[in-house]
């Protein structure tokens, strides 16, 4: 019985994970696998010391305002306005979901790269525009504090956000200088390398309501069928 129920269920399984995807109109994402632990340096400059937002598999989300620009050809989007993130603590091994969401009201163009400190470290461009960004975020002299790290080891890497303003205005003065778009940004863990998290709460409820739908459904075309053949045997007895 068990096993007709699950043959029913796995189309909306199906149905779900498609949903799921296609849904978020707003959404960008990339999928990545977190690297080996490596240790962290503790000379200056640390990791620490870039002031950069940190998304943790504890601590996942960040609701933010990111900086953009109008691309330099349409639909570039590759030379939007970069924002950095640090994505620490990541389980060794285990597959990842990175999304960034936003409001259709603020059309916007993203493009998203994630790479280990190494290529970070030996890319110039890269490291400029690291540089650049983390320059833009360090706390006034009179505000900053020491900030005392132990040595450690942690699967770690870098993601590099690009975005660009999706739209045309007559409005000369926000052609030049776009405002900030406010989103979510979301790191989601895999359930064994398989689904985001994010979709148990979902897909568990789906599958209780299929179960109980077919359940409802098998217990209702019993008894239209034993109302059928009552109506058939009634018709045999009157002839």
Same mark, same amino acid.
């Given at each position: 019985?068990? =096993?007709?129920?699950? $043959?029913? %269920?796995?189309? %909306?399984?199906?149905?779900?994970?498609?949903?799921?995807?296609?849904?978020?109109?707003?959404?960008?994402?990339? %999928?990545?696998?977190?690297? /080996?632990?490596?240790? %962290?340096?503790?000379? &200056?400059?640390?990791?620490?010391?870039?002031?950069?937002?940190?998304?943790?598999?504890?601590?996942?989300?960040?609701?933010?305002?990111?900086? $953009?620009?109008?691309? &330099?050809?349409? &639909? /570039?989007?590759?030379?939007?306005?970069?924002?950095?993130?640090?994505? !620490?603590?990541?389980?060794?091994?285990?597959?990842?979901?990175?999304? *960034?969401? +936003?409001?259709?009201?603020?059309?916007? @163009?993203?493009?998203? /790269?994630?790479?280990?400190?190494?290529?970070?470290?030996?890319?110039?461009?890269?490291?400029?525009?690291?540089? !650049?960004?983390?320059?833009?975020?360090?706390?006034?002299?009179?505000?900053?504090? #020491?900030?005392?790290? @132990?040595?450690? =080891?942690?699967?770690?890497?870098?993601?590099?956000?690009?975005?660009?303003? !999706?739209?045309?205005?007559? #409005?000369?003065?926000?052609? $030049?200088?776009?405002?900030? *778009?406010?989103? !979510?940004?979301?790191? /989601?863990?895999?359930?064994?390398?398989?689904?985001?998290?994010?979709?148990?709460?979902?897909?568990?409820?789906? *599958?209780?309501?299929?179960?109980?739908? +077919?359940?409802?459904?098998?217990? *209702?075309?019993?008894?239209?069928?034993?109302?059928?053949?009552? @109506?058939?045997?009634?018709?045999? &007895?009157?002839?």
């Amino acid at each position: 019985m068990f =096993s007709r129920a699950l $043959r029913h %269920i796995l189309p %909306i399984l199906g149905l779900v994970l498609f949903l799921a995807t296609s849904t978020e109109a707003n959404a960008e994402k990339v %999928i990545f696998t977190a690297p /080996d632990a490596v240790p %962290i340096p503790l000379q &200056k400059p640390s990791l620490a010391d870039l002031n950069l937002p940190v998304l943790t598999p504890d601590s996942w989300s960040i609701r933010t305002n990111l900086s $953009r620009v109008f691309p &330099k050809e349409p &639909k /570039d989007y590759a030379s939007g306005a970069a924002t950095w993130l640090l994505l !620490d603590s990541l389980n060794e091994g285990q597959r990842y979901e990175f999304r *960034v969401c +936003w409001a259709a009201i603020q059309p916007t @163009g993203f493009v998203m /790269d994630v790479y280990d400190l190494d290529t970070v470290w030996d890319t110039p461009e890269l490291m400029q525009s690291l540089a !650049d960004y983390a320059y833009s975020r360090q706390p006034s002299t009179d505000s900053q504090e #020491d900030r005392e790290e @132990g040595e450690r =080891s942690a699967s770690v890497l870098l993601l590099q956000i690009k975005a660009s303003a !999706d739209y045309f205005t007559d #409005d000369t003065a926000l052609m $030049r200088d776009p405002p900030p *778009v406010l989103v !979510d940004l979301i790191l /989601d863990p895999y359930l064994y390398n398989l689904i985001p998290r994010s979709l148990v709460p979902t897909i568990g409820f789906l *599958v209780l309501v299929g179960l109980v739908a +077919w359940f409802v459904a098998r217990s *209702v075309a019993s008894k239209l069928q034993s109302i059928a053949v009552a @109506g058939e045997s009634r018709e045999k &007895k009157e002839i």
